[in-house]
């Protein structure tokens, strides 16, 4: 008989149909497959909507599962702990758990932090069944109340005085019953289920799109807005979807996983046990703010009251964004190569379409020093860490960023450095557009 981690890295490989993946060849290390090459950037979940636990929340940035199982399998030994510091929508997390790997994640965004503890939380079929069904019996008698959305900002909800609006009256009543259900649901594993399942229909029935520069109003949206009715259609079939999951895996191994909300430039310095397996896809310093994507989650189920929780939020991530001012400090460790894409930024001021971009830039790289830091300390001698990164260029100059990393993680004392490039990214308009950036692994070791 298979032992069971075989059995689930099959079956997981079963639900990857779609996924691109990257592989591992003796010589040239990592390569990226056919489909790797073709798909859109970003180490790609785009068309993960098949796969089991990726579809319960669409996180065009996450990388696909089968990078984590051949980064595991690259140790070339089941590891005893991995850490992802940039947690996303949890593909290492989960990942790890099906395989029995114990893993710690860490993520800045409350919402994506419960979407990982959703997904790793192995609750039984037979409770959900039972939920599901008080839910429904609640929800035909809870009454709706628009208090519950009051801490939203005046774009939210639809009223009178206003020219545009993300949710109609109508939709935002029979929004404000769910979240009154969700509250009152006592299981705090079911809660959070419940809260996931709604948070992942959100935006596809509100009157918004969102792309990297933020949120766009649909086209003719006020002919086409969401009703009470699709929220219940889309709910269900999400619920159904999410649920499949948690039924076909309900024997998955109990390996744990420590899901950290929190900053991972603070966050990793309070983990003690060394990991085998160090392996994570940073924001790259494209100025895209994750913040402001998953803003209607965030705001709608609750984890924003104020724009105070706003800014604090965009504070704690990366300096991969110019939307607020703080200030940014320089790597500690010399990178000749960031001192002269820094110099080069600035004797190019003018052409710049933020001011503060090098000033950004130069963050990034401190605050991907301090995970690289702890990271180190972090890191068996026997082990790996895996980054997938990506370039960027402002006003054409270059921000290459696998390489300034490499130069960093020597200063800090990593030995063996690689960096492989895996695919090439279509610059955005605000990058140069008509250039090509690449995206990398970058494997450091001990
Ligand atoms: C490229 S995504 C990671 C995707 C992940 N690999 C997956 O498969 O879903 C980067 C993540 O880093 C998070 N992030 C940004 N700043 C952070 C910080 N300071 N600490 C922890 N997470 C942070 C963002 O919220 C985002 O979810």
């Not at 503890?117 to 609640?138: D, E």
């Not at 206003?162 to 109609?168: A, D, G, L, M």
């Not at 949120?215 to 006020?222: C, I, S, V």
């Not at 301090?370 to 100059?397: F, P």
Request: charged share 20%.
């Amino acid at each position: 008989m298979r032992n069971p981690p075989d059995r689930y890295l099959l079956t997981l490989q079963e639900h990857f149909p779609a996924a691109p993946a990257f592989r591992v060849d003796e010589t040239a290390g990592w390569l990226s497959t056919p489909e790797a090459k073709n798909a859109p950037p970003a180490t790609t979940n785009q068309s993960a909507q098949r796969i089991a636990f990726q579809r319960w929340f669409h996180f065009k940035e996450a990388f696909s599962p089968s990078f984590v199982t051949t980064a595991v399998e690259t140790l070339g030994f089941l590891p005893d702990h991995v850490i992802d510091p940039f947690g996303g929508s949890g593909t290492t997390a989960i990942t790890c758990q099906l395989l029995g790997i114990p893993a710690t994640t860490i993520e800045v965004n409350p919402f994506l932090a419960d979407v990982i503890r959703a997904k790793t939380t192995n609750i039984s079929a037979k409770k959900l069944i039972g939920a599901a069904q008080a839910f429904r019996r609640s929800l035909s008698h809870t009454k709706a109340d628009l208090e519950l959305l009051e801490h939203l900002p005046p774009t939210f909800v639809e009223s009178k005085d206003k020219h545009r609006w993300i949710f109609s009256e109508a939709f935002a009543l029979r929004l404000s019953q769910y979240l009154k259900c969700i509250r009152k649901v006592q299981d705090a594993d079911v809660q959070l289920f419940f809260r996931v399942a709604l948070g992942a229909v959100l935006v596809e029935c509100s009157n918004v799109y969102i792309n990297g520069k933020g949120r766009r109003y649909r086209r003719n949206w006020q002919e086409t807005q969401a009703t009470p009715e699709l929220l219940d259609s889309r709910f269900q079939t999400q619920f159904n979807t999410a649920f499949e999951d948690v039924h076909r895996f309900e024997g998955r191994p109990a390996a744990s996983v420590n899901v950290i909300h929190g900053d991972s430039r603070i966050e990793l310095q309070n983990i003690k046990t060394l990991a085998d397996l160090i392996v994570f896809s940073p924001p790259y310093p494209n100025s895209f703010d994750y913040t402001d994507i998953y803003n209607v989650e965030l705001w709608a189920l609750g984890y924003l009251g104020s724009s105070n929780d706003n800014m604090v939020l965009r504070r704690s991530t990366v300096h991969s964004h110019v939307q607020i001012y703080r200030t940014a400090h320089k790597p500690t460790n010399a990178s000749t190569t960031l001192e002269i894409a820094f110099k080069e930024l600035q004797a190019k001021a003018d052409e710049l379409w933020d001011a503060r971009i090098p000033e950004m830039v130069l963050g990034y790289f401190r605050d991907l020093e301090r995970v690289l830091l702890e990271s180190h300390r972090l890191l068996t001698a026997r082990g790996k860490l895996l980054m997938v990164v990506g370039d960027s260029r402002y006003a054409g100059v270059l921000i290459d960023v696998p390489t300034i990393l490499l130069e960093l993680a020597r200063a800090i004392g990593f030995t063996n450095t690689q960096v492989f490039e895996v695919r090439k990214m279509r610059a955005s308009a605000q990058q140069g557009g008509s250039h090509h950036l690449r995206e990398c692994i970058v494997e450091l070791s001990r």
